[in-house]
């Protein structure tokens, strides 16, 4: 294991794509800022800073509370957070494990700058670049609803690999975007192929893949990680669930996709021609379907 002398400090400001005290870039598209890349699909405004916490709850929720699914010893030195968004999971991070030095990634400065622990310091970079942390360094690498912004993802777990010690652990935890019936009434066919499969089609055209989950275990595999798990969480859309957890979780689920439907449209669909009254055409059927009284739509986590 590398030393703490050979490892590049890297303080809150200092490995900017996006310079303190510079005017900001950023790309406009329906309203929503994205980064100036146009690389990232996931806007990084203030709604979607509101759409990240309103998520992060949902899957404290999904985790009985639990930050994370995977068991971390205590005493774990080192943690890395790819793409950290408001910072909320390093922060809460830091609180359960005082004793932990935590470095959070990510290509848009909009971590809480308030009540920042000392054990947390934020990079700003793209985490398909190599990252600021030595080889077999890290403790427990998590990554969280990076779709949107990661293009190699076989480079990115290879990365992961190379800078886990042995015996490390990997979280990765990403939403598809497939919503399927609960009662099976529809059979295997998802709901709202229509919208979904054109958003399926615009991300191909823009070669970035918003549902990468299945393909995980290969990547894995291939990156050299071995005794990998998938846990599946349910997560209940519209008004139909009669459980008190699922009903949690549709409650929130329903705000990320009907309050914030839009923060992942707008370069997607804008880069390849369309208008926002294009998509407003088209965006309430999706809406619709969802609150069919006859489906009882879910996606997984
Ligand atoms: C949907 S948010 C999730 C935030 C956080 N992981 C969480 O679960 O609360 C995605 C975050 O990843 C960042 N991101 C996406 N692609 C990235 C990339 N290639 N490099 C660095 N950050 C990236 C975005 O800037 C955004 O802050």
């Known amino acids: 294991m590398a030393s703490q002398q050979e490892e590049p400090s890297v303080p809150i400001g200092d490995s900017g794509a996006d310079p303190v005290g510079e005017e900001p870039q950023y790309i406009e598209a329906f309203g929503h800022k994205y980064h100036h890349s146009g690389r990232i699909f996931v806007p990084f405004d203030e709604k979607e800073q509101q759409r990240m916490e309103v998520q992060h709850k949902l899957i404290r929720h999904c985790l009985n509370g639990a930050l994370t699914a995977t068991r971390i010893p205590l005493n774990v030195e080192r943690i890395l957070d790819l793409g950290s968004g408001t910072g909320v999971w390093p922060l809460e991070m830091a609180v359960r ?6 470095l959070g990634i990510d290509i848009s400065r909009i971590q809480r700058t308030n009540a920042v622990p000392p054990n947390v310091r934020f990079a700003i970079d ?4 190599p990252w600021p942390i030595s080889a077999s360094s890290v403790d427990f690498l998590h990554a969280r609803h ?4 990661v293009t190699d993802w076989p480079s990115l777990f290879k990365q992961a690999y190379e800078k ?19 009662d ?5 066919a ?6 979904l499969n054109l958003w399926r089609d615009l991300s191909k055209q823009n070669n970035i893949d918003f549902t990468p989950s299945p393909n995980g275990p290969v990547w894995l595999v291939d990156a050299g990680f071995e005794n990998i798990a998938q846990r599946t969480e349910i997560i209940p ?10 009903r949690t979780r549709q409650t929130l689920m329903n705000k990320i996709s009907f309050e914030h439907f839009e923060n992942h449209c707008g370069l997607l669909f804008t880069k390849c021609g ?3 009254e294009r998509f407003d055409a088209v965006a309430p059927t999706f809406f619709s379907e969802l609150r069919e009284a006859s489906q009882k739509p879910y996606t997984m986590m």
């Open 97 to 102: 494990y005082p004793q932990a030095e935590i």
């Open 126 to 129: 793209n985490v398909e670049n």
């Open 146 to 149: 990076l779709a949107g912004g």
């Open 164 to 182: 886990l010690k042995p015996g490390g652990l990997l979280e990765w935890t990403e939403q598809a975007i497939q919503i399927f019936d609960f």
């Open 184 to 188: 099976g009434n529809f059979g295997d």
């Open 190 to 195: 998802e709901l709202c192929p229509s919208f």
């Open 237 to 246: 859309l519209g008004e139909w669930a009669q459980d008190e957890k699922l």
């Open 274 to 276: 369309w208008t926002k």
